[in-house]
């Protein structure tokens, strides 16, 4: 098969790591930028350029879609459905995916715990918010961020008006969330992959942090997940529309609370920690579907 994987960086570990497997397993496998695509929309012969060139057809994408671009990713993906590809995750997935709230809220809605959660808006009260989340210390957070930014503990009433603030006068949008003492700054990531867990590791965050992102320092292990983290994982990552997916989730005293469900979930950190072949899953994943 011709593959094609979406990815601004050729030079990450996931885009190589897919790359890899593809080709292993005999497949034509092509990394394509998607932010420099050109898109002919025609409901006849919809079309894409490449660089100027247009752009030979291929039988399965595979979007590796940033943050940043999550919009223009979309558009790319839809264009690559409407030119007949299959698609491993779809437009509309991604981002409902990739805006925190509105992940929190459908899963909120279908029964799956989550950490207590405001969307704060200009001129709230602060501390009533506070006070509804249990109190000090809770987590103010961006929307949109990735990799740990953009997350702060406040434990003091200071903090958070400062913090809320200064996010706003950056015309970012900013949840308050609980903090789950109990976690001791751990949380444990699954990668779910056609239904069914792949590879899951737990994520302990180091001294003097609570955040437990591999890329703040915080060390992880290979973990075994209970049948009921199991079956919350694959719930979560299907109620997102995806087939391929990241739950990171924090094992509380009420039971585990998911934080959030990844559309475009990073496969070095649980390739190295697990020693699965990830990436091979997804590409056997797509060889299926195609099929």
């Known amino acids: 098969m011709r593959i094609a994987i979406l990815s601004r960086g050729p030079q990450l570990y996931s ?9 292993e397993r ?8 998607h932010t420099r695509c050109t898109l002919l929309v025609d409901d006849k012969q919809p079309d894409i350029r490449y660089e100027g060139l247009p ?13 940043s671009v999550t919009s223009l990713g979309a558009s790319v993906i839809c264009q690559f459905e409407a030119m007949g590809a299959f698609v491993a995750a779809r437009a509309e997935a991604l981002q409902q995916a990739r805006d925190k709230l509105r992940c929190l809220q459908k899963l909120a809605q279908h029964g799956i715990e989550v950490p207590g959660t405001i969307a704060i808006a200009q001129g709230q009260d602060l501390r009533g918010a506070v006070r509804r989340l249990g ?9 949109e961020g990735t990799h740990g930014v953009g997350v702060i503990l406040a434990e003091t009433h ?3 008006e400062a913090t809320v603030e200064a996010f706003q006068r950056l015309r970012e949008r900013v949840i308050l969330q609980e903090f789950i003492r109990e976690a001791r700054g751990e949380d444990v990531r699954a990668l779910i992959v056609n239904g069914r867990v792949v590879a899951a590791m737990k994520r302990q965050a180091r001294a003097g942090e609570f955040r437990s992102n591999l890329h703040r320092g915080a060390v992880a292990k290979r973990v075994e997940l209970q049948p009921e983290e199991e079956e919350l994982a694959i719930k979560a990552v299907s109620l997102m529309g995806l087939d ?8 509380s005293d009420r039971g585990p609370l998911v934080l959030e469900v990844n559309a475009s979930p990073g496969l070095e950190g649980i390739e190295t920690i697990t020693q699965v072949d990830v990436a091979g899953a997804i590409i056997q994943f797509v060889e299926e579907q195609v099929a």
């Open 15 to 23: 885009t190589r790591s897919l790359v890899r497997a593809g080709v």
């Open 26 to 33: 005999g497949h034509d496998m092509h990394i394509v930028d």
């Open 55 to 67: 752009l030979t057809r291929f039988d399965a994408v595979i979007p590796r879609i940033g943050a």
């Open 135 to 143: 109190g000090l210390p809770v987590v103010v957070k961006l929307l």
């Open 158 to 160: 200071r903090t958070v």
């Open 244 to 251: 391929i997916g990241g739950v990171d989730f924090l094992r």
